[in-house]
């Protein structure tokens, strides 16, 4: 076999056999096809696309490519949800807590924030103290114990998809449905759970920007999934507005811990009850009511919160923070962005919200980049809300002052007042499931 006759089929349209995927897949993750073999073929897939069985056998062929986590050591059904990224999105801090509250494990890894979108890990770390590394046997020990644990992606999950991704992002291939698919499910399937809840978000800060494209990504990771026996399900989400109101890391730990104690803003506990009822009916604690009502129980009496905190404390986090979220990282300089004329903000866009405050240091541009857990934005107004001149719609928070002008800028290059309200989204526009397509 050759990877150019390899490369000659997808170009000319053909369907990739598992022989074919595997020799491709398994030559680079050795280094004995070049990135620009692999780089030709991504474009092909690119431009040809890809059949759903074809896509199947590319996610199982990359899941394959590292460690798959046998979670049998843990007793029950394992739950684990995955978000295609957005900004200002903390429902892992939020709906792991509730599940776990509601008897269903969690043994869950999460990834850094990269680019505008933020990850789960680096939010944990703006706790101080937490740890989000540890061995497996410790891994499955405080899941055993607590029924939560979220730690880092292991070096040795789905290690094509970590070469395959980086060269995606340098070759101009990331926005590619069966791409996209294999690579999140293959991380899905590797870790183990046996229910495993997607949130496709939709928007201007997400990946997807339109619901039949949106629809189209979870349909097709609900069916990998699904022929891997395993129980999904996927929520497609409003990324037009961020989630709450906090934009960086410990600005979402805080905002995260007031929706566990029940004081959190609408949307997003709105959401966070939708995600977590839909993780409890996969992992089949009852319909959809009745998971509902059992995920809003535990933010009323206080057992996801507890649970939240048992969880970092396990992992070496100082809990007092999480009680007194003002005892988190603050950052020394504020500054707010104040608009010169009243309306309405007709315009948002996600994207360099999640920019302006990478600029302000609470995310990274390359891998290696530190990050300032205080840094970040807490918006006060949103897509849609009524603002007067003079008013400010966000506070930016930073180590350096010198920072803000070019967050500023980013900033307002996404914003427009208007004379008339803009249509709401939906925070959720349907879900996706084996049995088919719900809109709402
Ligand atoms: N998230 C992933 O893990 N992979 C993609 O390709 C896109 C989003």
């Known amino acids: 076999m050759r990877m150019y006759d390899i490369i000659a089929k997808k170009r000319d349209g053909g369907t990739l056999t598992r022989a074919e995927l595997e020799f491709a897949i398994g030559g680079y993750v050795a280094g004995a096809v070049p990135d620009y073999q692999m780089s030709a073929l991504l474009m092909a897939v690119y431009l040809r696309g890809m059949t759903d069985d074809e896509t199947a056998t590319l996610t199982d062929v990359m899941a394959r490519s590292g460690d798959m986590v046998d979670l049998s050591a843990i007793g029950g059904v394992k739950a684990d949800k995955h978000s295609t ?28 924030g990269l680019g505008h979108t933020g990850g789960t890990i680096d939010k944990m770390e703006a706790v101080p103290g937490t740890r989000t590394e540890m061995t497996q046997e410790q891994f499955f020990e405080q ?52 229910a495993i809840l997607l949130d496709v978000t939709m928007g201007s800060g997400a990946f997807m920007h339109t619901l039949p494209e949106a629809i189209e990504l979870a349909r097709l990771m609900v069916a990998i999934g699904t022929a891997h026996g395993r129980r999904v399900a996927a929520l497609i989400t409003d990324m037009d507005k961020p989630l709450g109101h906090n934009i960086g890391n410990a600005l979402e730990v805080a905002e995260s811990m007031a929706v566990l104690k029940n004081e959190g803003p609408a949307d997003l506990t709105e959401v966070c009850l939708q995600l977590a009822a839909n993780m409890l009916v996969l992992a089949g604690r009852g319909d959809m009511a009745a998971c509902r009502a059992m995920a809003q129980r535990t933010l009323k009496d206080g057992s996801a919160f507890e649970k939240c905190c048992r969880m970092f404390a396990a992992q070496g986090g100082d809990v007092r923070t999480l009680q007194n979220t003002a005892l988190l990282p603050q950052a020394p300089h504020r500054f707010e962005l104040r608009v010169g004329q009243s309306g309405y903000i007709t315009q948002n866009d996600v994207e360099r919200i999640g920019s302006a405050s990478v600029l302000l240091g609470a995310g990274r541009l390359t891998k290696e980049d530190a990050i300032d857990p205080a840094a970040g934005i807490v918006l006060h107004k949103k897509l849609g809300d009524r603002v007067e001149a003079g008013e400010s719609l966000a506070t930016f928070h930073a180590a350096d002052p010198a920072l803000f002008a070019a967050a500023e800028e980013t900033y307002r290059q996404g914003l427009v007042i208007g004379p008339e309200k803009p249509n709401e989204p939906p925070l959720v526009y349907a879900r996706v499931s084996a049995d088919g397509v719900e809109t709402f």
Do not use: E, F, W
């Open 85 to 112: 990224g957005g900004v200002g999105d903390k429902t892992t801090l939020v709906i792991t807590p509730i599940v776990a509250a509601c008897g269903v494990k969690v043994a869950k890894m999460s990834g850094r």
């Open 143 to 194: 899941v055993n114990d607590i029924g939560l644990a979220v730690i880092g992606q292991s070096g040795h999950i789905a290690v094509a998809d970590k070469k395959l991704y980086a060269l995606r992002d340098v070759t101009a291939t990331v926005g590619c449905l069966p791409l996209i698919a294999s690579s999140i499910m293959s991380k899905k399937l590797a870790a183990g759970s046996d």
